[in-house]
Nanobody, 124 residues
Framework: QLQLVESGGGDAQAGGSLRLSCAAS????????MGWFRQAPGKVREFVAA????????YYVDSVKGRFTISRDNAKNTVYLQMNSLKPEDTAVYHC?????????????????WGQGTQVAVSS
C-alpha cells in the first residue's frame, strides 16, 4: 500500500515553469509505475505522464511532449514533474498515482493509489 502526497503547485505565468513533487510512503516504491494526471474544472481527469519503476521508460500525452519531464528518485520515494513553457490550458489540479503489476499506463482506471492533488494555475 502506498500513500502519495503532492507538492509544488502554484501560480505561474504563461511561458514559466513549475516543478511538482510526489512523495510516497510505503513499501516497494520501485515496483510501481508512477503517473501524473490532471483535472481541469468541468473536465475529466486526464493522463499527463508516467514513468516505469526503474525510470528507464517514460510516457507522455501529446500536448505536453517537449515541455514536461517526468522523473523519479527511488532512494527518496519521490516522483517529479518538471513543467516548462506552461500554457493557460495547463491549469488544473495535478494528481500523482501509482500502478502496480501489469499496467495500462494511459488509463486512469489502472492506477490503484492516488494523491489528493496540487493546484496549478497558469495565467496569460
Amino acid at each position: 500500500q502506498l500513500q502519495l502526497v503532492e507538492s509544488g503547485g502554484g501560480d505561474a505565468q504563461a511561458g514559466g515553469s513549475l516543478r511538482l513533487s510526489c512523495a510516497a510512503s510505503g513499501r516497494s516504491f520501485e515496483g510501481y509505475i508512477m503517473g501524473w494526471f490532471r483535472q481541469a474544472p468541468g473536465k475529466v481527469r486526464e493522463f499527463v505522464a508516467a514513468i516505469s519503476g526503474s525510470g528507464s521508460h517514460t510516457y507522455y500525452v501529446d500536448s505536453v511532449k517537449g515541455r514536461f519531464t517526468i522523473s523519479r528518485d527511488n532512494a527518496k520515494n519521490t516522483v517529479y514533474l518538471q513543467m516548462n513553457s506552461l500554457k493557460p490550458e495547463d491549469t488544473a489540479v495535478y494528481h500523482c498515482a501509482a500502478c502496480g503489476g501489469a499496467c495500462r499506463v494511459y488509463e486512469r482506471s489502472a492506477y490503484r493509489y492516488w494523491g489528493q492533488g496540487t493546484q496549478v494555475a497558469v495565467s496569460s
